[in-house]
T-cell receptor, first 115, second 114 residues
Framework: DAGVIQSPRHEVTEMGQEVTLRCKPISGHDYLFWYRQTMMRGLELLIYFNNNVPIDDSGMPEDRFSAKMPNASFSTLKIQPSEPRDSAVYFC?????????????FGEGSRLTVL | AQSVTQLDSHVSVSEGTPVLLRCNYSSSYSPSLFWYVQHPNKGLQLLLKYTSAATLVKGINGFEAEFKKSETSFHLTKPSAHMSDAAEYFCVVSGGDSSYKLIFGSGTRLLVRP
């Protein structure tokens, strides 16, 4: 069975450009999470969805960030306009019962560099 | 509020020697605790989890961790390090008002010398 699939794996863009990161969760997983990883701040939860509905977006840095999940097999994280401080690795993770079982399945990440 | 503190940012061991990665937690609820591993340029993978059953938890690849409530610790150990264990390890806590929100520690990078 395929794991969580993220694209692109690497993205280099210039400040002010729009960036769209994509995620395909594992089939049958009802929860989807977007995390950001930086050296300074470690792993931060940005937003998570349950059954395609955003449940908690309190970690989204500001209005420049938006996330959608139009169906159970696809989610996007969009940054518009991008800034150099958005440079990070963005991970998507999915889970069937994340609660106290804590098992999230992570994709390999999208490394974003904003010049 | 829940939090975890990983006491060492880097740990270096020789192949074949024991591994100890330290983690202390803070939680106002009965916590669930986890260790995740991240190999270079890869996503994170669950190593093991504690969810109020046995206090000694065994995970994959020979790792285990012991939940000690009196010390608020959840240290990760392995009797004999292998070169393939070189990676970053994250101690994680969940629970509380939203158990779906995992709180990750800052990570410990394990280096294994030949």
């Amino acid at each position: 069975d395929a794991g969580v699939i993220q694209s692109p794996r690497h993205e280099v863009t210039e400040m002010g450009q729009e960036v769209t990161l994509r995620c395909k969760p594992i089939s049958g997983h009802d929860y989807l999470f977007w995390y950001r990883q930086t050296m300074m701040r470690g792993l931060e939860l940005l937003i998570y969805f349950n059954n395609n509905v955003p449940i908690d977006d309190s970690g989204m840095p500001e209005d420049r960030f938006s996330a959608k999940m139009p169906n159970a097999s696809f989610s996007t994280l969009k940054i518009q306009p991008s800034e150099p401080r958005d440079s990070a690795v963005y991970f998507c993770a999915s889970s069937r019962y994340p609660g106290n079982t804590g098992e999230l399945f992570f994709g390999e990440g999208s490394r974003l560099t904003v010049l | 509020a829940q939090s975890v503190t990983q006491l060492d940012s880097h740990v270096s061991v020789s192949e074949g020697t024991p591994v100890l990665l330290r983690c202390n937690y803070s939680s106002s609820y009965s916590p669930s605790l986890f260790w995740y591993v991240q190999h270079p340029n890869k996503g994170l993978q669950l190593l093991l989890k504690y969810t109020s059953a046995a206090t000694l938890v065994k995970g994959i690849n020979g790792f285990e961790a012991e939940f000690k409530k009196s010390e608020t610790s959840f240290h990760l150990t392995k009797p004999s390090a292998h070169m393939s264990d070189a990676a970053e390890y994250f101690c994680v806590v969940s629970g509380g008002d939203s158990s779906y929100k995992l709180i990750f520690g800052s990570g410990t990078r394990l280096l294994v010398r030949p």
